[in-house]
């Protein structure tokens, strides 16, 4: 399979949207949605790398498609809002490279 760029990610779940999602839920509820989302991958990664058992109800959770439901509902609200993430992406990469270019290497806790 083809690797999708994040600009052709957007249209797919523009027209999912449109043809099977009948319409986007609103900003906030989509918000709330991403939430409880992120909520979700944090379990996993909790009882994954972290200190907690996995609950019975946990066992059929799959970190891959916790972090996509994540991606998804992002890609939401990126185009109810009107945000190429693409274009945010470079632009946020540009700001991270030139704002911590000595301090991860001089931190001494990552040494």
């Not at 999912?16 to 939430?35: D, P």
């Not at 994954?48 to 890609?75: C, H, P, R």
Request: net charge negative; charged share 30%.
């Amino acid at each position: 399979m083809e690797p999708k760029s994040l600009e052709q990610m957007q249209q797919e779940v523009d027209q999912w949207i449109k043809t099977t999602g009948v319409r986007y839920f609103s900003e906030l509820t989509n918000m709330a949605i991403l939430t409880e989302e992120v909520g979700e991958l944090a379990r996993i990664m909790a009882r994954t790398y972290g200190d907690q058992s996995f609950k019975k109800t946990d066992l059929d959770k799959n970190l891959g498609d916790e972090m996509a439901d994540v991606l998804w509902v992002l890609i939401c609200l990126a185009n109810q809002t009107g945000i190429d993430l693409t274009e945010a992406f470079e632009k946020n990469m540009q700001k991270k490279t030139q704002r911590d270019s000595e301090r991860h290497k001089n931190n001494p806790k990552l040494q």
